[in-house]
């Protein structure tokens, strides 16, 4: 783990060196002109003279803060309003648990709870509880002076009781934000190399579904396929809590490079968009589920696993374990869900007026019913084997027009992607310029790398 004492203790004792040679070589000039040239050149200092910590993958990771894109603190409120120190009892909100249940547990009498009660206003609730959260009831001496409902580590409901009764208030802290980078090579796949380079699993499943638009990461990854992502890690006072975001990546696929800035446009969506301000967001999923593998490829003459006879195979399966979601490739309308013969348990999605997805051999059904529309990535069934199916998988079948087309290459004649208007390309640039640039230097230096390493002696 990035230890943040250890990395400014470094820091100073480099800066240190620094200046004292700063200093002989300023010797001649006046103290308040060496003092200002001193001054002028630590913020610059800082910054080279952050360190290199550790391994990533194949390539080495940094981390830095980037005043441009690292939030202040100074707004930031104690989570804890008293100075004295308080004694702590947590509750952890079980399935069935209501506040009047944990005063009773806490031993607390009911007219205080009333008077908290009667105090709620609006967004200002202390009763709404939410299974797996923790509750922090706070006390001076055996008096209890404030009640806190844990959101997150920078969020908190609180209760504050004075004589004049409660008062409720939202409690937030923003969190020092710190830039990493991870860069690898893919050996196998995606999941392998993320973990390898030092990336959690959710931010590999991020960077999936990122490009999960553009890229299939079964059938078009090939060995030596590189990424370079640049993430937010969070920390409060120096303690990592977090990672945050994806703020850049790029994904070299067969030698094509995908770059992906996040953006957040005037309308407040959110989206990634490659450096011409084009988003990677098509109409339809590359794969219909978070796969571990795809078993049988499209093909129109293949023997079939359980007759036993040639029979064509209009679609693709996604060999994946039992109870695995399956998402909605496209916006559309669902106008079947039942069992269809050797498909089993069948949903069947209308996507406008000439395009249908097929979704066979599933487990169970999403929440979705018939005649309901869905919006792309919405869970509508869970993979199985109902149906003809030797194991666990999901057939995919993409028609367009009555024909079934093979959707690893039909995707690509489809609708462009959105594309950010005029108006927005300028603030766009200005943001995503410095990420681009950071990742082209990453690639860069480990390109070098490899080039020291490879030479010949």
């Known amino acids: 783990m990035f230890c943040v004492h250890s990395v400014k203790q470094k820091i100073e004792i480099r800066m240190r060196n620094f200046i004292n040679r700063l200093d002989a070589i300023c010797h001649p000039f006046p103290g308040t002109h060496a003092l200002g ?10 910054l080279v003279l952050w360190p290199t910590i550790g ?44 506040l009047s249940r944990l005063f009773s547990r806490q031993k607390l009498k009911p007219q205080l709870l009333h008077a908290l009660t009667q105090a709620e206003k609006g967004n200002h609730r202390i009763s709404k509880l939410n299974v797996g959260q923790t509750i922090e009831f706070r006390y001076s001496g055996e008096t209890l002076v404030e009640l806190a409902v844990i959101q997150s580590p920078f969020h908190q409901t609180v209760a504050t009781h004075q004589a004049d009764g409660w008062s409720i208030e939202q ?26 380079a030092g990336l959690p699993d959710n931010l590999i499943m991020e960077l999936a579904d990122i490009y999960g638009h553009v890229i299939d ?16 890690k969070r920390y409060l ?36 968009y490659d450096d011409k301000g084009v988003s990677l967001r098509k109409a339809f999923l590359r794969a219909p589920l978070n796969f571990r593998r795809i078993s ?16 064509a195979h209009k679609g693709t399966d996604y060999a994946a374990s039992t109870g695995t979601p399956i998402y909605a490739a496209g916006d559309g309308k669902i106008t079947y869900r039942g069992t269809k013969g050797g498909y089993g348990r069948t949903v069947i999605i209308k996507h406008g007026n000439s ?62 992607a959105k594309t950010l208007p005029q108006t927005e390309i300028k603030r766009f640039q200005h943001l995503a310029e410095p990420l681009i640039a950071s990742l082209n230097a990453q690639r860069n230096n480990a390109e070098l790398a490899f080039q020291t390493i490879t030479k010949p002696k």
């Open 237 to 272: 006072d120096g303690e990592f809590i977090e990672y945050g975001n994806i703020l850049a990546a790029e994904f070299v696929n067969s030698g094509e490079s995908f770059l992906a800035v996040r953006y957040t446009d005037n309308q407040g969506d959110i989206g990634y």
């Open 296 to 311: 049988s490829n499209f093909n129109l003459a293949r023997k079939h696993p359980v007759l036993g006879r040639m029979r």
């Open 217 to 232: 990461f079964v059938y078009e990854i090939r060995k030596g396929d590189q990424f370079t992502v640049t993430f937010e």
């Open 171 to 196: 409690r937030q802290r923003d969190p020092e934000i710190y830039i990493e980078h991870a860069r690898a090579t893919i050996d196998s796949s995606l999941f392998v190399a993320g973990a390898r």
């Open 355 to 416: 395009i249908e997805t097929r979704y066979a051999h599933l487990s169970r059904y999403g929440k979705y019913r018939r005649g309901q529309k869905v919006k792309q990535g919405q869970v509508i069934g869970y993979v199985g084997m109902s149906g003809l199916a030797t194991g666990p998988h999901l057939h995919y079948e993409f028609i367009v027009s009555g024909v079934h087309r093979n959707p690893r290459t039909i995707l690509d004649k489809l609708p462009k």
């Open 55 to 98: 391994e990533t993958g194949d390539q080495s990771n940094q981390t830095m803060p980037i005043p441009a894109l690292a939030k202040t603190t100074t707004t930031n409120q104690h989570l804890t309003s008293q100075t004295e120190p308080l004694v702590i009892r947590t509750e952890q909100v079980q399935a069935g648990d209501s």
């Open 37 to 46: 040239l001193i001054s002028s050149v630590l913020f610059t200092a800082s």
